[in-house]
C-alpha cells in the first residue's frame, strides 16, 4: 500500500509541469475573458512565472496586456514600464514591425502624458508609431496614428497647418475605409485638442462631446472619463459656468462610481476651484482646492497635484492669506525642486516674497486677468486670418472675390490695430504701475512697449500700401487692375511673413521651438547644399565661394533644415545689403570641439558700435537700409534664437572683404 502511494506522488509531481503548463493562447484567452481587473492582474502576475516558455513575441504581448491592466487601474508608472520592457524585446530580438508595436509606442505615449501632462517624450513615440504604421501600410492604424500625432506638431512652427493637413489625410482615410468607432473617436479626441490650442473653443467642446457618445456604452471607461474631464475644461474655456457645473456633477458620479480611477477626485476638486475662480469667489476656490490635497496620495497625475498647489497658493494670494500663499508655494517647491512652474501667476507670488510689494502683485494679477482676454482674442483673430489667406491664396480670384478679400482685409487689419492700440495703452499703464511702485520689472515692460511699437510700424507700411490701392480700385484710377492685384497679394505676402516671423521668435521666447536633433555627415550635407545657395546668390549679381577645412566624415548632431534656415537668412542678408557686383563667402572650419561657421560680404560694412545690435529685433543700423530692401527686420534675430536653441553663439565682426562677417560657433 505504501508503495502504491509512493509510486502515485512521484507520478503527480511528475505530470504537475505539463497539467500546469499552458500555451500562450490559452493564457491570453483566460485573461482577456476576465471582467475584474483585480482578478486579471492576478492572472497576469501568475502567468509570469511562465513567460520564458513563450517566444519573444509573445513575451511582448504579455507586456503590453500587463501595460493595459496597469491602465485600467489608473497605475500609469507601471503601464509605462510595461511597455516599455515589451518595446525592448523588439529591440533585443529584432522582431519585425508589427500593429502590436505601434500600439505600444502610442499607449506608452498616452501613459506619459497620462502621468504629467508637460512631459514632451511622448512625442517621439507617437512619432515612431505614424512610421511603422505607414511602413506596415494598414489604413487603420495610420489614422489613428495620425490623430495621435498631430497633437504633437501644434507647438512647432506652422504646427496648425501642420496638424490640419494630417488631420486631411485621416479624414480621407475615413471616406475610403470603414474605420472602428475607437478609431473615430481618437480623431475626434484629437481633433477637439487642436481646435483647443488654436483657442477655438467652442469647436474643441463641439469635438470632444461626439468623442464622449462614441465612448459611451463601451467598455472604454478610460475614453468616458477623458472626455468628462475635457467636457469640463472646454467649458471652463468657454467661460460657460453652468454648462462646466453640469459636467462636473457627472464627473463626480464618475469618481464614486469608478473608485480605480484614482486620480478623479482631484480632477473634480481641482477644476471646481477653477470654476470658482471664474466666479471670483476665492474662499470658494480654497476649499476645493484644500479638499483636492487630500486626495492626492492616491494620484499618479503629477502635472494636476503641482497645479493644484499652485492654484492654492494663487487662491490664498487673492483673498489676502499671503502668508498661506508662501508656505504653499515653498511647499511644491520642495515636491517638485526641478520643475518649472506652470501657473505664470507664480512668478508673481514668488517676486512678492523676495521684495514684499503686495499691492503691486494684485494689481499686476488684474492686469493679467485682462491681458488673457486681450490675447486669447488677438491670437484667435490672427489664426483665422492667416487659415483664411493661405486657403484664398490658392485659388484663382476673380473681380468679385477680390473685391471681397479685400473688404475682409480691411475690417481684419482695423481689428488689428484697435487690438496693437489696447496693446499699447495696457502697457503704458503697467510701465505707469511699475515707476509708481519702484520701477518694478521698468526694463522688460521697456522692451515688450519698443516691440509692440515697431511691430506696428512694420504692420503700418504694407497696410498704409494696400489701403491706397484699394481706394484706387474702388475710385477706378489704376490702369493696370492685374498689376495692382498682383501688387496687394506681394503686400499681403509681406504682412504673412512678419506674422511668421513674430511666431517663430515668440515660440521661442517660450521655450515651445522644438528642434529635430540628429546625426548626420556635415561635408555631405554642404556638398548637397552647395548648387542650390549657390544659385541663390549668384542670381543677384553676387559672386559666392564656399571655403572648407573640415575633418572627413565629420559627423554633428543639428536640426538639419533650422542650421539651413539660418544660412538662407543670412545668405539673404548679404543679397540686400551688398552693392552689386560683389563677393559673398562662406567659411567651414573646427577648432577644438567646436564648428565655426561664417558667412562675410563685401561693402559696405556697419560701425562697430552697430556689430552687438544687428541681432536685435527689429534693429535699423541707419535710415537707408529699411523697408526699402524688404524683409521682416527679423532675419537675424531668428538667426539668434536658433542658433541658441542650438547651445552656440553668434557675432558680428568686420571682414576682410570690406562688409559684414557673421560667425557661428556650435560644439560638435
Same mark, same amino acid.
Given at each position: ?40 492582474? /492576478? ?27 496597469? !491602465? ?5 508608472? =507601471? ?18 514591425? *508589427?500593429?502590436? %508595436? ?65 488631420? $486631411?489625410?485621416?479624414? =480621407? ?7 472602428? @468607432? +475607437? ?18 473653443? $467652442? ?26 474631464? +475635457? ?69 499618479? =497625475? ?20 499671503? !502668508? ?5 508655494? @515653498? ?79 480691411? #475690417?481684419?487689419? &482695423?481689428?488689428?490695430?484697435? #487690438?496693437?492700440?489696447?496693446? @499699447? ?57 492685374? #498689376? ?52 541663390? #546668390? ?18 554633428? /548632431? ?10 538662407? +537668412?543670412?545668405? *539673404? ?44 529685433? &527689429?534693429?535699423?543700423?541707419? @535710415? *537707408? ?6 524683409? *521682416? ?8 534664437? %536658433? ?26
Amino acid at each position: 500500500m505504501f508503495k502504491f502511494i509512493k509510486i502515485l506522488m512521484l507520478s503527480m509531481i511528475m505530470l504537475s509541469p505539463v497539467i500546469c503548463a499552458q500555451t500562450f493562447p490559452e493564457v491570453k484567452k483566460q485573461i482577456q475573458s476576465e471582467k475584474d481587473n483585480i482578478k486579471k492582474l /492576478n492572472l497576469l502576475k501568475e502567468a509570469k512565472k511562465k513567460i520564458s516558455l513563450y517566444t519573444p513575441h509573445q513575451q511582448a504581448e504579455y507586456w503590453f496586456l500587463l501595460g493595459k491592466s496597469f !491602465e485600467n487601474q489608473r497605475k500609469m508608472n =507601471n503601464a509605462m514600464e510595461a511597455y516599455t520592457k515589451a518595446i525592448e524585446l523588439y529591440t533585443k530580438y529584432k522582431l519585425p514591425p *508589427s500593429s502590436l %508595436l505601434v500600439d505600444l509606442h502610442i499607449d506608452r505615449a498616452r501613459s506619459a502624458v497620462t502621468v504629467d501632462y508637460y512631459n514632451t517624450s511622448d512625442c517621439k513615440d507617437r512619432e515612431h508609431a505614424l512610421l511603422l504604421a505607414r511602413g506596415l501600410a494598414q489604413p487603420n492604424l495610420i489614422a489613428k496614428s495620425i490623430a495621435y500625432y498631430a497633437k504633437c506638431l501644434q507647438s512647432e512652427e506652422h504646427g496648425i497647418s501642420k496638424s490640419l493637413k494630417l488631420f $486631411d489625410e485621416a479624414f =480621407n482615410i475615413a471616406k475610403k475605409e470603414q474605420l472602428s @468607432s +475607437n478609431i473615430k473617436q481618437v480623431i475626434y479626441n484629437q481633433a477637439a485638442t487642436l481646435s483647443f490650442r488654436s483657442l477655438f473653443y $467652442d469647436k474643441a467642446y463641439e469635438y470632444n462631446m461626439l468623442a464622449y457618445e462614441l465612448s459611451i456604452g463601451t467598455d472604454d471607461i478610460g475614453s468616458v472619463y477623458a472626455a468628462t474631464v +475635457n467636457a469640463v475644461h472646454y467649458s471652463i474655456a468657454l467661460a460657460d459656468i453652468e454648462l462646466a457645473k453640469q459636467h462636473l456633477s457627472e464627473l463626480a458620479l464618475f469618481s464614486e462610481k469608478y473608485l480605480e480611477f484614482n486620480d478623479a477626485k482631484l480632477k473634480y476638486y481641482y477644476l471646481s476651484a477653477k470654476v470658482a475662480q471664474l466666479e471670483q469667489n476665492w474662499l470658494l476656490s480654497i476649499s476645493f482646492l484644500e479638499a483636492g490635497i487630500k486626495e492626492i496620495t492616491m494620484g499618479q =497625475n503629477v502635472s494636476y497635484i503641482q497645479a493644484t498647489y499652485e492654484l492654492l497658493s494663487i487662491s490664498y494670494f487673492r483673498a489676502g492669506e499671503i !502668508e498661506k500663499s508662501y508656505q504653499t508655494l @515653498s511647499a511644491v517647491e520642495k515636491m517638485y525642486p526641478n520643475k518649472q512652474p506652470i501657473k505664470k501667476e507664480v512668478f508673481l507670488i514668488k517676486g512678492v516674497m523676495i521684495k514684499g510689494s503686495v499691492e503691486v502683485a494684485q494689481a499686476a494679477f488684474k492686469l493679467i486677468d485682462e491681458e488673457k482676454q486681450s490675447k486669447n482674442n488677438f491670437v484667435k483673430n490672427s489664426a483665422t486670418q492667416a487659415a483664411q489667406t493661405f486657403d484664398e491664396n490658392l485659388k484663382q480670384l476673380d473681380n468679385i472675390l477680390l473685391e471681397q478679400r479685400l473688404i475682409i482685409v480691411s #475690417v481684419s487689419t &482695423l481689428f488689428i490695430v484697435m #487690438v496693437l492700440i489696447g496693446y @499699447s495703452y495696457l502697457q503704458i499703464q503697467r510701465k505707469k504701475l511699475a515707476v509708481k511702485e519702484h520701477h518694478l520689472m521698468d526694463e522688460l515692460l521697456t522692451k515688450k512697449n519698443q516691440l509692440l511699437a515697431d511691430v506696428s510700424h512694420e504692420l503700418g507700411t504694407p497696410l498704409t500700401v494696400l489701403k491706397l490701392q484699394v481706394e484706387s480700385l474702388k475710385d477706378d484710377l489704376e490702369e493696370d487692375v492685374q #498689376v495692382t492685384y498682383r501688387a496687394i497679394d506681394k503686400k499681403l505676402d509681406d504682412i504673412q511673413h512678419l506674422i511668421d516671423d513674430i511666431h517663430q521668435l515668440a515660440q521661442s521666447d517660450v521655450g515651445a521651438l522644438q528642434l529635430n536633433i540628429e546625426p548626420f555627415e556635415l561635408n555631405k550635407t554642404l556638398d548637397h547644399w552647395q548648387g542650390e545657395l549657390t544659385q541663390f #546668390v549668384n542670381k543677384n549679381k553676387l559672386a559666392f565661394e564656399i571655403t572648407r577645412d573640415l575633418p572627413i566624415s565629420l559627423m554633428v /548632431n543639428f536640426d538639419r533644415d533650422r542650421i539651413k534656415q539660418v544660412f538662407i +537668412n543670412l545668405l *539673404s542678408n548679404s543679397i540686400k545689403y551688398t552693392d552689386k557686383p560683389g563677393q559673398v563667402k562662406l567659411t567651414a572650419t573646427t577648432k577644438r570641439r567646436t564648428l565655426l561657421l561664417s558667412i562675410e560680404d563685401s561693402s559696405p560694412s556697419v560701425s562697430d558700435s552697430d556689430l552687438t545690435n544687428i541681432f536685435e529685433r &527689429l534693429y535699423r543700423v541707419e @535710415s *537707408s537700409r529699411s523697408r526699402d530692401t524688404g524683409g *521682416s527686420g527679423l532675419g537675424l534675430a531668428i538667426c539668434k534664437s %536658433l542658433i541658441e536653441e542650438h547651445n552656440g553663439k553668434i557675432f558680428a565682426e568686420q571682414s576682410h572683404l570690406g562688409g559684414l562677417k557673421i560667425t557661428l560657433e556650435l560644439p560638435c
